[in-house]
Antibody, heavy 120, light 106 residues
């Protein structure tokens, strides 16, 4: 069964660093881009960026460029989303998802989401 | 960047109603428009890709149309399980989501 398994919920303080993960299984992880999507409390979906696990190439939304780091490790079939200095406004659910080029780059599988809470 | 404007932001409808949701892209995107459904506490689910192609397993009461800049998601006969938030997304250049449409029970 194809799955994207995300790491568990995090509670952190402003200024701290954090990395969350997304492990793919049930398919060839290198063959599909992984994208990250933010959903702030009670709000809509925001595209953050994407990574190609085959060569680690990464592309960011201008809104998130410089604020987060997206990476992937094809050897462990895992993608990552990382912050160096969190803010309270980073509190949100973060989804990883698989982009399917055969479906005109639609997202066909999603992780369960990781809730990140940033509070002093 | 390509912007996507979705309307309405919310609507109230009854079971059996026909529902339409529209999205407009800020530039021509051919048929690179996708539609998702999200229920509370759940990840989004792909309904339509490539403007009109029904994702496997999605009921046929969902359909999509449009090309260029204007796109429509239609639910032909609303069912109780269809009350949710719907998002469009362009995938022509990077990705952009519309603001969402909440479909509520009248």
């Amino acid at each position: 069964e194809l799955q994207l398994e995300q790491s568990g919920a995090e509670v952190t303080k402003p200024g701290e660093s954090l990395r969350i993960s997304c492990k793919g299984s049930g398919y060839n992880f290198s063959n599909y881009w992984i994208t990250w999507v933010r959903q702030m409390p009670g709000k809509g979906l925001e595209w953050m960026g994407k990574t190609d696990p085959s060569d680690s190439y990464t592309n960011y939304s201008p809104s998130f460029q410089g604020r987060v780091t997206i990476s992937s490790d094809k050897s462990s079939s895992t993608a990552y989303l990382e912050w160096s200095s969190l803010k309270a406004s980073d509190t949100a659910i973060y989804y990883c998802a698989r982009l399917n080029q055969a479906l005109v780059h639609a997202v066909d599988y999603w992780g369960q989401g990781t809730l990140v809470t940033v509070s002093s | 960047d390509i912007q996507v404007t979705q309307s309405p932001s919310s609507l109230s409808a009854s079971v059996g109603d026909k529902v339409t949701i529209t999205c407009r892209a800020s530039q021509v995107i051919s048929t690179y428009m996708n539609w998702y459904q999200q229920k509370p506490g759940r990840a989004p689910k792909l309904l339509i890709y490539g403007a009109y192609r029904l994702q496997s397993g999605v009921p046929a009461r969902f359909s999509g149309s449009g090309s260029g800049t204007d796109f429509i998601l239609t639910i032909s006969s609303l069912q109780p399980e269809d009350f949710a938030v719907y998002y469009c997304q362009q995938s022509f250049s990077a990705l952009t989501f519309g603001g969402g449409t909440k479909v509520e029970i009248k």
